[in-house]
């Protein structure tokens, strides 16, 4: 995938953000549920009903280590799917029996989605988990890859992967907080955009999460 400069307002360099950096920062996070995130952290009232035991999941964060810099893997569903037809999203999904553990799954699924090989994965930590409003406990898993790697994008649920650079998600001027009412509600939810793709709902909840863990807010 060719891979161009991007100029990122607010902060022009974001070099740093190296494979080495990146493994540091997450060394020792793991996914901890008494300070899980999601959508509650912007809905005061989640439309989530809490009588409902949540479904455990599992995503990875692939981080693929290219010359210019890091970027993030990502995924745009297909239109038919039921849920979530359409959308930018982490390969992942449901944790299942056999599942030893989030990191089995997150690689599980990934393996099964898009082709990657679980042995071409670095694990090297883990987001907050993230509980969404639809019922999901998700588990990020965070991992490096260095090119080349086999992709097998499964033409059922995937119709594209593509790469954003590391550098602008980190950058906080690329998160939008938007919101619209559903469900007579007003639900508030993060928006990235990038080129002419929107990262939103729980992919861009995850990440905005992450690129707080690297670039803190200096506030």
């Not at 893997?73 to 056999?98: K, M, Y």
Request: glycine share 8%; net charge negative.
């Amino acid at each position: 995938m060719e891979q161009r400069q991007i100029l990122l307002p607010g902060r022009s360099d974001f070099s740093f953000l190296t494979a080495d950096f990146v493994t540091a920062r997450l060394s020792g996070t793991g996914a901890d549920p008494a300070r899980a995130r999601g959508d509650h952290d912007l809905d005061p009232h989640p439309r989530r009903d809490a009588t409902k035991a949540l479904t455990p999941a599992s995503v990875l964060v692939p981080l693929i280590i290219r010359e210019t810099g890091l970027t993030v893997l990502l995924t745009e569903r297909t239109q038919h799917l039921t849920d979530h037809a359409g959308q930018i999203s982490f390969p992942g999904g449901r944790r299942e029996p056999g599942d030893a553990d989030a990191v089995e799954t997150a690689l599980r699924e990934t393996e099964e989605e898009i082709g990657l090989p679980r042995a071409r994965v670095q694990v090297i930590g883990g987001l907050d988990t993230y509980v969404t409003g639809t019922g999901y406990s998700i588990t990020p898993i965070v991992g490096l890859i260095s090119p080349p790697f086999p992709l097998r994008p499964d033409p059922f649920e995937v119709a594209d992967v593509f790469e954003v650079p590391l550098g602008f998600i980190a950058d906080p001027a690329h998160h939008h907080r938007q919101s619209r009412v559903f469900e007579g509600r007003t639900r508030h939810y993060w928006v990235i955009p990038y080129e002419q793709r929107h990262i939103c709902g729980a992919t861009a909840g995850m990440l905005v999460n992450l690129a707080r863990l690297l670039v803190p807010d200096p506030a």
